[in-house]
């Protein structure tokens, strides 16, 4: 099945821990992005890689960490250092960097108690 | 900084009439136009890109429309139905490889 796959749908995690969402694809595309929605919000960019081994901060990096060791695997940590981690977190694919259309993953949404 | 703007935040229309939903946004430079949309609880489906070149694209009942001049986008659903009530988002792609969201449109289509 073709696509993207984010996980865990749900994530509860105390305060102090940190957490790994992952997404995965295999569309093949060579961009991807995580994005946080807050209720009432738009879609805010926290990173994105346009290639293997490199990426980028977005609008809100503080916090969270990502790494892109292979193609198709973008996971994004929420540190300890996040002072506001519950949200809704989107993964997003795209073929081509400037001009490509985004694809989305189904979102995790994380609560810390 | 590209701002993106849709009003109104919220529409109830009644099954039958015709979705008109508006998007701007404030810097022009930009690479496409993307319209979204997005279900409760779900990820964001996409529904039409425009690239920067283009005045519109069609799909279905679904046509949006680009004048990059004024900074616009609108998506004209037609017909509407019960399954078309969910929140529609634009998004701009400019340099940088950002892509930039507008707060959404949250769409009721009433039986």
């Known amino acids: 099945d073709g696509g993207i796959t984010q996980s865990p749908k749900y994530l509860f995690r105390k305060e102090g821990q940190n957490v790994t969402l992952s997404c995965e694809q295999n569309?093949?595309?060579?961009?991807m992005y995580w994005y946080r929605q807050d209720p009432g919000q738009g879609l805010r960019l926290i990173y994105y890689s346009q290639i293997v081994n490199d990426f980028q901060k977005g609008d809100i990096a503080e916090g969270y960490s990502v790494s892109r060791e292979k193609k198709e695997s973008f996971p994004l940590t929420v540190t300890s250092a996040q002072k506001n981690p519950t949200a809704f977190y989107l993964c997003a694919t795209g073929a081509d960097a400037n001009t490509g259309e985004l694809f989305f993953g189904e979102g995790s949404r994380l609560t810390v108690l | 900084k590209q701002e993106v703007t849709q009003i109104p935040a919220a529409l109830s229309v009644p099954e039958g009439e015709n979705l008109v939903l508006n998007c701007s946004f404030t810097?022009?430079?930009?690479?496409?136009l993307q319209w979204f949309r997005q279900d409760p609880g779900k990820g964001l489906t996409s529904l039409l890109l425009?690239?920067?070149?283009?005045r519109e694209q069609t799909s279905g009942r679904l046509n949006a429309s680009l004048d990059k001049s004024s900074g616009r986008s609108t998506l004209y659903i037609a017909a509407s139905q019960p399954g078309d009530s969910a929140t529609y988002l634009c998004?701009?792609?400019?340099?940088?490889?950002?892509?930039?969201f507008g707060g959404g449109t949250r769409v009721l289509v009433k039986p």
């Open positions: 998004a701009v792609k400019a340099a940088g490889n950002k892509l930039t």
């Open positions: 569309l093949n595309h060579d961009a």
């Open positions: 425009i690239q920067s070149s283009q």
């Open positions: 810097d022009s430079a930009i690479y496409n």
